[in-house]
């Protein structure tokens, strides 16, 4: 059955059909002239050069040309991305505060930290799909799978004699892991990092025998032969791994665990105004320019319309609730 990214994928024209018959403007309260009347603010849960960050600047840019009003990035790092969801979801519902939410902040934070005061489905009015990515299952050469079957039936025989590392308690890095020891019924070893890079340092020689990590940071380790990709996370093959089998196809079935960054509103805002950001991102998204910067950075164009969205967050947010439930994963 396919999973609410891929029917957005599936869907691409038709969602753009229909966004184009949503209202275009929407008249602002304070003036009485059509929204947009002043700048918009994109609020980021993470610091300036993060993943979340870019993709923000990336999209506000052309938007600000678009509707005719700057549209200006206001970075609020801190508390795992809680500070800037809390922040958005508490800001007025005109369209002048928005925020870029991700997998993390909107699907897998809300379970693994209970001081947070946002509910990912009813404090926001989802505006637009962004863009995803998927991570890479790679093991260091030195283990003897060459597939996702071999290495399950490895670690069926030994269990918990297979480390894998992650970027942080919680990340994503983790909790696709940890997706995989569910699905799988295998028992893995985590060790944490504080980051990727000190991770891929271990992996690289050894320490640690397998990670779910970053296309990115995995790239070049693969293509120099020094780390083997068994599978990518996402039910579609990566661009940049297209010979590389999705988990799924490789025997995991309807594994799926990407990385995805999406435009939102506070709760109430008008839905005409929702409609006309949603219809504008869109135009954003089929830009070749915008494209070939979403590649740079390892990730897909997405779209979608605003019940799409609103569908695959509540999907995502079940989903990761399970599996952080399932592993007793607790903020660290």
């Known amino acids: 059955m396919k999973t609410a990214v891929a029917v957005v994928l599936a869907l691409w024209a038709a969602s753009s059909q229909a966004a184009s ?21 994109v609020l980021a849960p ?31 790092p801190g508390a795992a991305g809680r500070i800037a969801c809390e922040l958005a979801a508490r800001a007025a519902p005109d369209g002048y505060t928005l925020l870029l939410g991700n997998a993390s902040t909107l699907a897998m934070l809300p379970s693994l930290d ?9 404090s926001f ?9 998927a991570n890479v299952l790679v093991v260091h050469p030195s283990i003897s799978a060459t597939n996702v079957p071999s290495l399950i039936t490895l670690a069926k025989a030994k ?66 032969g020094r780390l083997r990709a068994l599978g990518v996370t996402s039910l579609k093959r990566a661009v940049s791994l297209p010979d590389v089998p999705t988990i799924s196809e490789a025997g995991l079935k309807n594994y799926e665990m990407v990385v995805w960054q999406g435009l939102l509103a506070p709760a109430n805002t008008p839905r005409a105004i929702v409609a006309r950001l949603n219809e504008e991102v869109l135009k954003i998204l089929q830009m070749p320019d915008t494209r070939e910067r979403l590649a740079a950075q390892g990730l897909e164009p997405v779209g979608g319309t605003l019940e799409q969205f609103a569908t695959y967050i509540v999907s995502e947010a079940a989903k990761w609730s399970k599996v952080i439930r399932s592993a007793g994963i607790t903020p660290e």
């Open 21 to 41: 018959t949503e209202p275009a403007l929407s008249l602002s309260k304070d003036s009485g002239q059509p929204y947009p009347t002043k700048p918009i603010r």
């Open 46 to 76: 993470f610091p300036a050069g993060s993943g979340v960050d870019v993709v923000a600047r990336m999209i506000g840019t052309p938007l600000g040309q678009n509707v005719g009003q700057a549209v200006v990035v206001d970075n609020r």
């Open 114 to 122: 209970k001081r947070v005061a946002f509910d990912p489905v009813k």
């Open 125 to 133: 009015a989802p505006i637009a799909l962004i863009s995803s990515s």
């Open 159 to 224: 269990p918990r004699a297979l480390n894998y590392g992650s970027a942080g308690s919680g990340n994503s890095t983790h909790l696709a892991a940890e997706l995989f020891k569910l699905t799988a019924g295998v028992d893995l070893v985590h060790v944490a990092y504080k980051g990727t890079p000190p991770m891929i340092v271990d992996l690289l020689t050894g320490q640690i025998q397998l990670s779910f990590t970053s296309i990115l940071s995995a790239l070049p380790h693969i293509q120099q």
